[in-house]
């Protein structure tokens, strides 16, 4: 069990740029779970996946953002046309679905400039 | 909806005293409540969770958490902080939807509490 990974790990773009995040979850867990965490907040609900399906998005999510889970193992986080109050940490979390705990990753730091 | 309410944005101690941070929730079946803790540049470790039966719950680096329904209210203690505890607490809350709701474990964090801790 290598836990959460998330890569990379920071990420700088100029707004207008697009960004992808990619998030590894701990190996036959079946949820997968983004978050945005801005300075001095707590994390914020994103979306989240069971298997490949997605079953819940946050009205935080714009349609600039858009989440994929392909094959139900890893997923991934793009933002279009970034603006600079897209960044934030964004953080990833798994869960078999049997328990109730959530696992998160380091996050991906994002600046846009 | 679920929401949380940590009252504590800044909370300093000194080593070896007691330490208790709030946390209020408001859900409206019965609560999943969790304990994060979050150190600079780490991600989100969990310390403690709820769900169901004893009202006291023990997690781990000697934390320890009190579940009451009556006050809507889910702190965490420990007797004796040390100089590592220092870092950024997070309660959360998060369960089971009710029929024809959509809300399958994901969380909802508190604002977090920031922990210094003087020497």
């Known amino acids: 069990d290598t836990g959460v990974s998330q890569n990379p790990r920071h990420k700088i773009t100029k707004r207008g740029q697009n960004v992808t995040f990619r998030c590894d979850p701990i190996?036959?867990?079946?949820?997968l779970y983004w978050y945005r965490q801005t300075l001095g907040q707590g994390p914020e609900f994103l979306t989240y996946?069971?298997?490949?399906?997605?079953?819940?998005k946050s009205r935080l999510l714009s349609d600039r953002f858009s989440a994929e889970r392909p094959k139900g193992s890893f997923s991934t986080l793009e933002i279009q046309r970034t603006e600079q109050g897209d960044s934030a940490m964004y953080l990833c979390?798994?869960?078999?679905?049997?328990?109730?705990?959530?696992?998160f990753g380091p996050g991906t730091r994002l600046t846009v400039l | 909806a679920q929401s949380v309410t940590q009252p504590d944005i800044h909370i300093t101690v000194s080593e070896g005293a007691s330490l208790e941070l709030r946390c209020n929730y408001s859900?409206?079946?019965?609560?999943?409540l969790f304990w994060y803790v979050q150190s600079p540049g780490q991600g989100l470790q969990l310390l403690l969770k709820?769900?169901?039966?004893?009202?006291l719950v023990q997690g781990i680096k000697g934390f320890e958490a009190e579940f009451k329904r009556s006050q809507s209210s889910f702190n965490l203690r420990k007797p004796s902080v040390h100089w590592s505890d220092a870092a950024e607490y997070f309660c959360?809350?998060?369960?089971?939807?009710?029929?024809?709701?959509?809300?399958?474990?994901?969380?909802?964090f508190g604002q977090g509490t920031i922990l210094t801790v003087h020497p």
């Open positions: 979390a798994s869960k078999d679905i049997l328990l109730h705990e959530q696992f």
């Open positions: 190996s036959e867990h079946n949820r």
């Open positions: 996946f069971q298997n490949e399906a997605q079953l819940e």
């Open positions: 859900y409206g079946a019965t609560p999943y």
């Open positions: 709820y769900f169901s039966g004893d009202t």
């Open positions: 959360a809350v998060g369960g089971i939807a009710n029929a024809g709701g959509t809300s399958y474990g994901k969380l909802t």
